[in-house]
């Protein structure tokens, strides 16, 4: 693309990090509008989307990108949405193949855990996350 294109990616996510979510909202759509494939400027969008609480639109903008790229990121990305629409048991299965050494994952997942009262797992990734990060007081809650 060319550097109004770049210029106006830069405009669109210095807006969304500073809190105008509804300007940078326009151009994103604007920039979708140009360049629908573009990848990078979708997720953006997609975490804006969270940030509005449009969990489904960014859940199907981060199931699209997940297929195409595969990213571990976009996958964890799908697995908080669920969390955050307290769809626990669907967080757990986004996350079941992932390795005990996430924090993130562990943090989703023991969650998700407790409110499906599977004790035992939950139980299994505090414990990792303790041994991951021994001053959180909060795992040992």
Same mark, same amino acid.
């Given at each position: 693309?060319? %550097?109004?294109?770049?210029?106006?990616?830069?405009?669109? #996510?210095?807006?969304?990090?500073?809190?105008?979510?509804?300007?940078?909202?326009?151009? #994103? =759509? &604007?920039? !979708?509008?140009?360049?629908? @494939?573009?990848? =990078?400027?979708? @997720? !953006? #969008?997609?975490?804006?989307?969270?940030?509005?609480? @449009?969990?489904?639109?960014?859940?199907?903008?981060? =199931?699209?990108?997940?297929? &195409?790229?595969?990213? /571990?990121?976009?996958?964890?990305?799908?697995? /908080?949405?669920?969390?955050? &629409?307290?769809?626990y048991k669907r967080a757990i299965d986004v996350l079941k193949d992932f390795p005990e050494n996430? &924090?993130?994952?562990?943090?989703?997942?023991?969650?998700?855990?407790?409110? /499906? %009262?599977e004790y035992d797992k939950a139980k299994a990734c505090y414990k990792n !996350?303790?041994?991951?990060?021994? @001053?959180?007081?909060?795992?040992?809650?």
């Open positions: 693309m060319d %550097k109004s294109y770049s210029k106006l990616v830069d405009i669109a #996510y210095n807006m969304h990090i500073s809190g105008k979510l509804d300007e940078a909202f326009d151009v #994103y =759509n &604007k920039l !979708l509008s140009i360049n629908p @494939n573009d990848l =990078n400027v979708k @997720n !953006l #969008y997609a975490q804006l989307n969270v940030a509005k609480k @449009n969990y489904d639109i960014a859940l199907d903008i981060f =199931n699209e990108i997940y297929e &195409k790229t595969k990213l /571990q990121d976009i996958k964890i990305n799908i697995a /908080q949405i669920y969390l955050m &629409k307290k769809m996430n &924090k993130t994952v562990l943090n989703i997942l023991s969650v998700s855990y407790m409110n /499906q %009262k !996350l303790v041994k991951l990060i021994p @001053n959180d007081y909060r795992n040992f809650y």
